[in-house]
């Protein structure tokens, strides 16, 4: 198993027994491992995935926490990073369209928050309109 493999697992067990603290700690340094692995192998989709699972794991323990406003930071950095990497142009067409792909995975949690809590109409709108971005590449995208 790989280091970030045991940090996640050893998060999901302790948040299994409620031990929050320490399943932060473990999410906290798995995503840091993963983003160092996936800065130096950015076509490898396996860290990819993992390190947006993990920062998923982290919103879900900070609402299960009673906290919806860090939960909802965890939820947006994959995706404002996954949103940034898919409209820069300096990246290669993979690197654009693997972001892209991720992007379908960052924004449904985002959408599913922002109808579970309120969020400002700002944002509401930015969903909105990502939303009609997204379903009209859906075509075009294979």
Known sequence: MREWQRLLS??????DNEKWVQAECCY??????????????????ELLMAWIGTYHNL?????TKG?????????LIPHHRMLALSQ??????DMQLIALKALQLT???VLL????YSICKECQKG????????DENQGTVH
């Open 10 to 15: 050893n998060g999901n067990e302790f948040f």
């Open 28 to 45: 906290k340094e798995a995503a840091s491992y993963l983003d160092d692995l996936w800065s130096v192998d950015t076509m490898n989709i």
């Open 59 to 63: 919103a879900v323990l900070y609402e």
């Open 67 to 75: 906290n919806p406003q860090v939960s909802l930071e965890y939820l």
């Open 88 to 93: 820069n142009g300096q990246q290669c067409d």
């Open 107 to 109: 924004f449904m949690p």
């Open 113 to 116: 928050f922002s109808r579970k």
């Open 127 to 134: 969903l909105k309109e990502f939303k009609a971005q997204l």
